[in-house]
């Protein structure tokens, strides 16, 4: 593609989406490049019942949709195609993709987060057939069956109470013996008869054959271990950033989080970083919005003083 684009976007999830709103709307030639199709993570989210404008809970599916359909609406353009390498110097940012390489004078990146693992023996093994990270995709095949939940965070609980629809019990395996979840969902575990916590208990194992039976549990205070009778595994320990940023030379923190200021700049001029892949301290949808309209905003005024 030899057009130059005035804003190119790197993910399709809210805080892309908002960033291509914002950018259209401004009638800036924009498009988003998206691997998977636009909605990032929030498409796995059952409910969400606290984004502002809903008064009854919403399925991150469905917001996702509507979200890319408003963005449609300021003739956005979108590629799908995984991005496979950035060039970012000089004033022309170049994104190159398997389909080829898209140019444009603003790169915002909203590239988002990916799961983290346990990294134990048998975890890898089971993916597919007992051990699972999204329990919006893969809670309907436990029903009637026993699982685990993995984590302490909002993630996890939220996960687990989503589960109780299925499964007839549901453990939360935490390594600590309390919760870092909002006080709402906490109160909602606590009450639902479905969820035994296991406090001070990290997994050392999946156990099984062909598919899941089992995990080894350790006493986080005196190193003890002991099995539990699974049928499945949910692990939300927590998430890591994503992107094509090797050799681009935008700076991360040690995490691999993407350094930015308060207008979303990152430390090479004209690029943007937005949602979950940025450096800060809450990651929530209506934070990721609100991250990719200071980015649009930022990236126009940018636009305008180098013309």
């Known amino acids: ?65 509507n979200m890319a359909a408003q963005t449609s609406r300021f003739n ?4 799908n195609s995984p991005v496979e390498r950035l060039e970012l110097q000089g004033n022309i940012k170049e994104v190159i993709t398997q389909q080829g390489t898209l140019k444009a004078r603003t790169l915002i990146i909203a590239t ?32 009637g069956k026993k699982v685990a939940v993995v984590g302490g965070g909002d993630t996890a609980v939220k996960e687990a109470l989503f589960l109780t629809k299925f499964a007839d019990l549901v ?10 979840a909002e006080p709402i969902q906490q109160k909602r575990l606590r009450e639902n008869p479905k969820i035994t916590p296991l406090w001070h208990k990290t997994v ?12 080894t549990l350790r006493d986080t205070r005196d190193g003890r271990t002991e099995d539990l009778d699974l049928d499945g595994v949910f692990v939300f320990v927590g998430r890591q950033p994503v992107g094509p940023l090797v050799g681009s030379g935008i700076l991360t923190d040690k995490e691999g ?51």
């Open 1 to 65: 593609m030899d057009t130059v684009l005035d804003v190119l976007i790197i993910g399709g999830g809210p805080a892309g989406l908002a960033a291509g709103l914002y950018a259209g709307r401004a009638m800036l030639d924009t498009a988003i490049v998206e691997g998977k199709g636009p909605g990032g993570q929030v498409i796995l989210t059952h409910e969400i019942e606290n984004y502002p404008g809903f008064v009854e809970p919403i399925s991150g599916a469905e917001l996702a949709a």
């Open 171 to 180: 453990y939360l395996i935490h390594r600590r013996d309390s919760l870092r």
């Open 204 to 215: 050392d194992e999946v156990r099984g054959e062909l598919k899941v039976s089992g995990v």
């Open 76 to 79: 956005v353009a979108t590629f």
């Open 257 to 307: 989080y993407i350094i930015t200021n308060e207008n979303m700049e990152t430390n090479i001029p004209g690029v943007y970083a937005v949602g979950d892949v940025r450096r800060k301290a809450w990651r929530q949808i209506v934070t990721a919005v609100s991250d990719g309209a200071i980015a649009a905003l930022s990236a126009a005024e940018y636009i305008q003083d180098i013309n």
């Open 112 to 143: 988002g987060v990916v799961p983290k693992t346990l990294d134990v023996p048998g975890e890898q093994k089971f993916i597919g057939r007992g051990v699972s990270y999204c329990a919006t995709c893969d809670g309907a095949f436990f029903r």
